[in-house]
């Protein structure tokens, strides 16, 4: 017995280690394909976050904003044709007159942006006297012909009424109506605007425009007195005065039209550049040499502390060794002058008794504001009329109505046809630049200027000045406004292929490992799906 159970136990014992063998190999190859499950699943998951997550959320969030815009609306805005309706009644003694006076009108202004409404006025008796016949009121923007025996030549009223004796010279009616309604300083506003170097044949219109200020929403009006001796001369004025009785009343008509601030300041010790040469008994200082005078002013008179357009208006207080000292214009002498865009400049010629007996000198407001006033209404571009034909004669600063009418319609030209042409160029520059950013309050602007000068156009054409005039600034203002926002330069300078030879450098150690992966994480896959299905 002792025997037999020897003889069985080496064979357990290697079936034994047999079984151990078998098992730790089964384990192994377990964990091997757990392992291998694991890597493959691991490799998955992070080529999917990778690619499906990571990639678009980086695209998202670096892609540029840009905000839709009215391109088709803009590019239309060139398209439209600018018309401005007018009214213009007639009355005259004769109906068969009146009639050829209207036919005469339509022809005249054919080829014009007018379109005319002539029609015979409901005015019953013309003989009165003008002060009579000047309470007669005109809708804004028309005009009334209106004959009478009153006059003896071609008149133009305070309000929007005309007035001719009879038997006028009907052409010579037509030549006063495109005056006062300003044709050609309005077409040339425009097409100067539209197309830099082309201007009207009138050399006159031309020099007007290139007086005015360039176009804005406000204004700043700066008087400046300098006077450079102060110790010798003693000047007893107060520039809020006259400005208040002169310069105010006529800004307050403006309104509408811009926002205008005005200041005065003294400036002391600022000595003439030049030395102007004596002629006879009197100092003169040539026109061309003014900016002599202008030039050191122009550091010290404080135009920058404001982003709006300043307009300058200086009263020199000669020195007493150099009174009096007058310009030099047109073989004319004359104590005031204009710079172009700018404002203007004028000579206070004091007493010599201020000067010797040290009394002090008081100015006459009138003297003073009279060329102020003439010169602001060059800078603005207030019409005058005053070389073509007779007017009725003014007892304030304000304008008379039909310059007003005229005013509002160049205004609205200006602001419209600069909306128009900075509308256009940014929408060319954010079209052809895909990397500038377009900010949702850019956006709105742009649409909102988009759609005021749309309604300008509609009011002119119904003959609404005062709502066209409105709308021209808010399209003015917006598209100034979306046009230099600073978020337009965000991404001006990074285009796409900087960018990518940025990001590229980054992702690629990333991706080569993750797209070499790819192929066994897709055998793996095929490999399971084949046992799951056995």
């Given at each position: 017995m002792d025997t037999l159970v020897d003889d069985e136990q080496p064979t357990n014992t290697v079936e034994t280690l047999k079984n151990d063998v078998s098992n730790d190999e089964i384990w192994e190859i377990i964990d091997k394909e757990d392992d291998e499950d694991l890597?493959?699943?691991?490799?998955?998951?992070?080529?999917?976050?990778?690619?499906?997550?990571?990639?678009?959320?980086?695209?998202?969030?670096?892609?540029?904003?840009?905000?839709?815009?009215?391109?088709?609306?803009?590019?239309?805005?060139?398209?439209?044709?600018?018309?401005?309706?007018?009214?213009?009644?007639?009355?005259?003694k004769n109906p068969y007159v009146t009639e050829r006076i209207i036919e005469q009108i339509y022809t005249t202004f054919n080829s014009t942006m007018f379109s005319i409404n002539a029609q015979p006025s409901t005015l019953i008796n013309s003989d009165h006297t003008l002060n009579e016949l000047e309470m007669v009121i005109t809708p804004l923007g028309s005009l009334q012909l209106i004959e009478t025996n009153s006059v003896d030549e071609i008149i133009v009223g305070i309000g929007r009424n005309i007035y001719f004796p009879l038997n006028t010279d009907i052409k010579l009616l037509m030549n006063s109506l495109i005056r006062?309604?300003?044709?050609?300083?309005?077409?040339?506003?425009?097409?100067?605007?539209?197309?830099?170097?082309?201007?009207?044949?009138?050399q006159q219109v031309v020099t007007e425009r290139q007086r005015r200020v360039r176009p804005?929403?406000?204004?700043?009006?700066?008087?400046?007195?300098?006077?450079?001796?102060?110790?010798?001369?003693?000047?007893?004025?107060?520039?809020?005065?006259?400005?208040?009785?002169?310069?105010?009343?006529?800004?307050?008509?403006?309104?509408?039209?811009?926002?205008?601030?005005?200041?005065?300041q003294w400036l002391y010790l600022i000595d003439l550049v030049q030395k102007p040469p004596k002629l006879n008994t009197t100092f003169v200082l040539d026109k061309n040499h003014a900016q002599y005078i202008i030039t050191p002013l122009e550091k010290k008179l404080g135009s920058g502390v404001s982003r709006n357009p300043c307009i300058h208006f200086v009263i020199?207080?000669?020195?007493?060794?150099?009174?009096?000292?007058?310009?030099?214009?047109?073989?004319?002498?004359?104590?005031?002058?204009?710079?172009?865009?700018?404002?203007?400049?004028?000579?206070?010629?004091?007493?010599?008794?201020?000067?010797?007996?040290?009394?002090?000198?008081?100015?006459?407001?009138?003297?003073?504001m009279t060329p102020i006033i003439t010169q602001f209404h060059s800078l603005i571009g207030v019409p005058n009329m005053s070389n073509y034909m007779s007017l009725i004669p003014l007892k304030s600063s304000t304008l008379r109505k039909w310059q007003l009418d005229s005013m509002y319609r160049l205004k609205i030209i200006e602001q419209y046809t600069n909306t128009r042409i900075t509308l256009t160029s940014l929408s060319r520059l954010l079209g052809e630049i895909s990397n500038i950013v377009i900010i949702?309050?850019?956006?709105?602007?742009?649409?909102?200027?988009?759609?005021?000068?749309?309604?300008?156009?509609?009011?002119?054409?119904?003959?609404?000045?005062?709502?066209?005039?409105?709308?021209?600034?808010?399209?003015?203002?917006?598209?100034?406004?979306?046009?230099?926002?600073?978020?337009?330069?965000?991404?001006?300078?990074?285009?796409?292929?900087?960018?990518?030879?940025?990001?590229?450098?980054?992702?690629?150690?990333?991706?080569?490992?993750?797209?070499?992966?790819?192929?066994?994480?897709?055998?793996?896959?095929?490999?399971?799906?084949?046992?799951?299905?056995?």
């Open positions: 890597r493959n699943l691991s490799a998955a998951v992070y080529a999917f976050i990778l690619l499906v997550i990571g990639i678009p959320l980086w695209w998202r969030m670096t892609e540029v904003q840009r905000h839709t815009l009215p391109y088709a609306q803009i590019s239309q805005l060139g398209t439209m044709d600018v018309v401005i309706s007018t009214d213009i009644f007639v009355y005259t006062l309604l300003q044709t050609d300083a309005l077409s040339d506003s425009m097409i100067s605007m539209l197309n830099p170097g082309n201007h009207s044949d009138d804005s929403s406000d204004y700043n009006v700066l008087l400046t007195v300098v006077n450079p001796e102060p110790d010798k001369l003693h000047v007893a004025w107060k520039p809020e005065i006259p400005l208040n009785r002169y310069l105010h009343p006529l800004l307050d008509q403006l309104k509408l039209i811009s926002n205008f601030s005005v200041q005065s020199y207080v000669t020195p007493c060794s150099y009174i009096p000292l007058y310009f030099h214009e047109n073989n004319q002498l004359t104590t005031a002058m204009m710079s172009a865009r700018w404002g203007g400049v004028q000579f206070l010629n004091a007493d010599q008794l201020s000067c010797n007996e040290s009394v002090s000198f008081i100015p006459d407001d009138l003297s003073i949702e309050e850019v956006g709105k602007a742009v649409t909102e200027s988009v759609e005021a000068a749309t309604k300008v156009l509609h009011c002119l054409e119904r003959g609404q000045l005062e709502e066209a005039l409105e709308y021209s600034k808010i399209a003015f203002e917006t598209s100034e406004f979306a046009f230099t926002h600073p978020s337009l330069l965000a991404l001006l300078y990074f285009p796409d292929d900087q960018k990518y030879a940025v990001y590229i450098p980054l992702f690629l150690p990333v991706m080569i490992p993750v797209l070499m992966s790819l192929k066994g994480v897709k055998n793996w896959i095929q490999f399971k799906y084949n046992i799951i299905k056995i």
